[in-house]
């Protein structure tokens, strides 16, 4: 592909992420720059750009997250948030926007399909970002990580994060065993306030609160998730 019929296609990118006129391509052509081609052609790699637009995507997904799911426990709103940014399905939205035809990679990494690559592609999708928060700002950017990428996904409970499924599935196949959750306390009939804790091999490995039974073990799994996925052996 030429150099112009590159940017055209970038610009239909673009465009297609509801950027009005583009014109100058060059930063979104770095964040499309994966280190190998840039090794190779002596240009700079997508490297720095990944690192920023790490922390936008992040941001503005915990903001949508605390606007749409509004009254959920921290716990819940991570495993949420980590469901979201996770590489797979970054790489899934960079497919969409097509951007295995638009990265660029040193010889050795195309010929072993590095275009296809989940990591080479949530990394693209990253930097890809940054370029927008950089070339137009953070509300850019913002409307395309919505619209292009967390609109797209499952938002159900059973879809993103069944907490207590996942844990179980990790308890099992990780520590041989099953987790086992009691109930703390239920606050009052007028006031129902259920807390409650979860344990694995008789270790409790989190703690969560919530309107019902249900949702409490949910937020307990999920803070066990978290503990445990930084300590697996614990």
Excluded at 121 to 141: H, I, N, P, S, W
Excluded at 196 to 215: E, F, L, T, W
């Amino acid at each position: 592909m030429s150099g112009e019929a590159y940017r055209r296609r970038l610009r239909r990118v673009l465009t297609a992420a509801n950027v009005r006129r583009p014109g100058d391509v060059a930063a979104f052509e770095t964040a499309l720059t994966h280190q190998s081609y840039a090794k190779e052609h002596g240009t700079q790699s997508n490297e720095r750009m990944e690192f920023l637009g790490d922390s936008i995507l992040g941001c503005i997904t915990a903001e949508w997250l605390y606007a749409r799911f509004d009254g959920e426990p921290e716990g819940l709103l991570t495993l949420r948030r980590a469901a979201i940014v996770n590489d797979s399905q970054l790489a899934r939205s960079a497919q969409r926007l097509g951007f295995p035809a638009l990265i660029k990679l040193g010889a050795g990494m195309q010929s072993a399909g590095g275009s296809e690559n989940t990591s080479i592609l949530a990394d693209a999708f990253e930097a890809f970002v940054a370029a927008l928060y950089l070339r137009y700002g953070m509300e850019t950017a913002r409307r395309f990580i919505v619209d292009a990428h967390i609109e797209h996904l499952d938002h159900s409970a059973e879809a993103l994060l069944d907490a207590k499924t996942r844990l179980q599935h990790f308890a099992q196949e990780h520590l041989r065993a099953t987790p086992t959750y009691r109930e703390i306390s239920r606050g009052t009939p007028q006031q129902p306030a259920f807390k409650s804790r979860v344990s694995v091999n008789g270790r409790i490995v989190g703690r969560g609160d919530g309107p019902s039974k249900k949702s409490a073990q949910q937020a307990a799994a999920a803070a066990a998730l978290l503990s445990l996925l930084e300590s697996p052996a614990g």
